[in-house]
């Protein structure tokens, strides 16, 4: 079983309704990320989560909430969608303590959004 | 204003043969620098890092080097296989804070 999961895989929806993206881990990691991809912008940081009570915005965070439901659960949730939210969304997860230098980050395999 | 930037969109190397990937970075804060790589419909896994306090790491048929001075930093790979075929993004960070930076990507292309 994969390390890192995301629901759904692909969705496709149309402006102005709500949408939610699941991540779920059993890395048993504290630090989790959601990103997005666009073509010729490479990853970009949505927001970010530390532990459960910390939620934290990244470069690009209008437009989406964030909800950390417990350890291994964190949320994307985008309010009222618009078509330039259309990209592929990654969720991330990172150990700091695992004795590395540095926050290496494991992803789950992404989620197609599509906004009509 | 990005910060990490891969300036070639794409590279094509026959197999067998060297393949260099570049990354320029803007901020002289960044202490720690990862390549990823990332096939279609697959999230992007771990490749490769370095600290700032070296200049070069290596791991098998990847090593990575990095010029501070030129805010640089290339990934070779020797030698090139079909299978290394992927999309690989550069990504720097600083005191471990987590906010990984990627530059644009760069798709690899190996021709057998």
């Known amino acids: 079983d994969a390390d890192v999961t995301q629901t759904p895989r692909n969705r496709i929806t149309k402006t102005g309704k709500r949408i939610m993206l699941e991540c779920s881990q059993t890395?048993?990691?504290?630090?989790m990320y959601w990103y997005r991809q666009d073509p010729g912008l490479g990853l970009r940081l949505i927001y970010y989560?530390?532990?459960?009570?910390?939620?934290n915005k990244g470069e690009i965070s209008d437009g989406y909430s964030v909800s950390r439901q417990a350890q291994a659960k964190f949320s994307l949730s985008l309010e009222s969608a618009i078509p330039n939210q259309t990209a592929l969304y990654f969720c991330?997860?990172?150990?700091?303590?695992?004795?590395?230098?540095?926050?290496?980050?494991?992803f789950g395999p992404g989620t197609r959004l599509t906004v009509l | 204003d990005q910060q990490v930037k891969q300036n070639s969109p794409s590279l094509s190397v026959q197999e067998g043969r060297i393949s260099i990937l570049n990354c320029d970075y803007t901020?002289?804060?960044?202490?720690?620098f990862l390549w990823y790589k990332k096939y279609p419909a697959e999230g992007p896994t771990f490749l490769i890092s370095?600290?700032?306090?070296?200049d070069k790491n290596e791991d098998g048929r990847f090593t990575v080097f990095l010029n501070k001075s030129a805010k640089h930093l290339s990934l070779h790979i020797v030698p090139s296989q079909p299978g290394d075929s992927a999309v690989y993004f550069c990504?720097?960070?600083?005191?471990?804070?987590?906010?990984?930076?990627f530059g644009q990507g760069t798709e690899l292309s190996v021709k057998p």
């Open positions: 991330a997860t990172s150990d700091p303590g695992a004795g590395l230098m540095t926050d290496t980050q494991y």
């Open positions: 890395k048993g990691h504290d630090r």
């Open positions: 989560s530390f532990d459960v009570k910390d939620i």
């Open positions: 901020n002289s804060m960044f202490d720690y």
């Open positions: 370095i600290s700032s306090i070296k």
């Open positions: 990504a720097a960070d600083y005191n471990q804070g987590g906010k990984l930076i």
